[in-house]
Every structure is written in C-alpha cells, then in structure tokens.
C-alpha cells in the first residue's frame, strides 16, 4: 500500500468514507487525547463535526475536563480506529476555538433534543442522581416551549489543526503498513512521509 505521494488529508477522507459503509455506526468517532497543566493525560470519545484543509473539527462543554485541559495545552492528539476495516488512523496538533459563527451554525442543526441536553447538563461535574438530569431538562424544555432553542456560551468547538498523521493497515503475519506524514514547515501544506516498521 504506497501512501508516499498522496495527501494525507485526501487519504484521511478516503479512508472515513470507506469506514462509513463497513463500520456498525459512528465511523466518526475518534479518541481525543488532552494533557493538563499537572501532565496527566486523558482520553475520552468525541464525534468528529468537520475535517478539511483547516482540520478537524469537535464540539463541546467549554467547562467539561476536556475543555479545561485545552487551554491550559492548546495540544492534542486524536485516534481513529476502524475495525471493520483493521485500520487506524493517529493525529496530532495544536487546537484552536472555533469561531461563534461556525459554532451557532452547527448548534443550529442538532436535534432539539440534544440542544436541550447542551443546556442541561454540566458535564464533567458531580451529579446526584438521574433526577437531577431529568429537572434540568424538563426546566429548559419548558423554557425555550416551542421556539428556537439557542446555543449556550459555554457549549462551543474547537478544530485540531494537523501537524502529523500515522496511518496504519493490519496485514498478515504483523506485517502491518505504517506511514507517518509530518508537516514541514508551519503553514505550509508540504508533507514529509515515512514508511515505518509495524
């Protein structure tokens, strides 16, 4: 599998919409690894929104754990791993907020029920029980009735911004197919790629 002359973003994509017809559900779901101000890293599942030349995109509790790590080290890492395909694909880069329009844009196309649940829950901090859930989502359903439910200051997104990409293939006998792509030079879209032992 010769991956020396591609894009890798090209291939990045090539390799989700494959994913997205052989994978049970959630082809966009990806690791995303944070590391705080204490150096202790954290991993948790998120969905991805977007990707494009900008990179890629999640949205988010701007008060969760996550989101607190990420401005305390705007850095991270994400992992895509596709068993139906026995493939995987590592990321990593710098994080930056996304911009209030795009992040009203998006809010805009949740289901209402999950743009309630944005509002209810603050995630990431202690809860009681169920019951205190289900009063805050019955309190901001009654809220908002029937009109437009608005997107909350403190929910928002942030887009990872590659500066490296490993792509790995299962084969046979743990003779898996690696290739690193490492940017260049900052702002470039140049690439280095390397082929590396399994």
Same mark, same amino acid.
């Given at each position: 599998?010769?991956?020396?002359?591609?894009?890798?973003?090209?291939?990045?994509? *090539? /390799?989700?919409?494959?994913?997205?017809? *052989?994978?049970?559900?959630?082809?966009?779901?990806?690791?995303?690894?944070?590391?705080?101000?204490?150096?202790?890293?954290?991993?948790?599942? +998120?969905?991805?929104?977007?990707?494009?030349?900008?990179?890629? +995109?999640? &949205?988010?509790?701007? @008060? *969760?754990?996550?989101?607190?790590?990420?401005?305390?080290?705007?850095?991270?890492? =994400?992992?895509?791993?596709?068993?139906?395909?026995?493939?995987?694909?590592?990321?990593?880069?710098?994080?930056?907020?996304? #911009?209030?329009?795009?992040?009203?844009? &998006?809010?805009?196309?949740?289901?209402? #029920?999950? !743009?309630?649940?944005?509002?209810?829950?603050?995630?990431? !901090?202690?809860?009681?029980?169920?019951?205190?859930?289900?009063?805050?989502?019955? %309190?901001?359903?009654?809220? %908002? $009735?029937?009109?437009?439910?608005?997107?909350?200051?403190? /929910? *928002?997104?942030?887009?990872?911004?590659? +500066?490296?990409? @490993?792509? /790995?293939?299962?084969?046979?006998?743990?003779? $898996?197919?690696? $290739?690193?792509?490492?940017?260049?030079?900052?702002?470039?879209?140049? /690439?280095? +790629?390397?082929? =590396?032992?399994?």
């Amino acid at each position: 599998m010769g991956l020396e002359n591609q894009d890798p973003l090209e291939v990045f994509e *090539s /390799w989700l919409g494959e994913a997205s017809l *052989s994978e049970p559900n959630n082809p966009n779901a990806m690791t995303l690894a944070t590391v705080g101000r204490n150096g202790q890293p954290s991993a948790r599942m +998120v969905l991805l929104k977007e990707s494009g030349p900008e990179g890629f +995109v999640f &949205y988010t509790n701007l @008060e *969760s754990h996550k989101s607190r790590q990420l401005e305390e080290n705007p850095n991270a890492a =994400l992992l895509f791993h596709w068993k139906s395909l026995d493939r995987q694909v590592r990321v990593e880069g710098a994080v930056q907020p996304v #911009s209030t329009t795009e992040a009203d844009a &998006y809010f805009a196309t949740r289901a209402r #029920s999950s !743009q309630i649940g944005a509002w209810a829950s603050a995630q990431s !901090q202690p809860m009681e029980g169920i019951a205190a859930l289900e009063k805050q989502v019955a %309190f901001y359903t009654a809220k %908002f $009735h029937i009109g437009p439910v608005p997107r909350p200051e403190f /929910w *928002s997104g942030f887009r990872l911004r590659p +500066v490296q990409y @490993e792509f /790995w293939q299962e084969r046979k006998f743990r003779l $898996h197919t690696r $290739h690193a792509f490492t940017r260049c030079n900052g702002d470039t879209e140049d /690439w280095s +790629v390397q082929r =590396l032992f399994p």
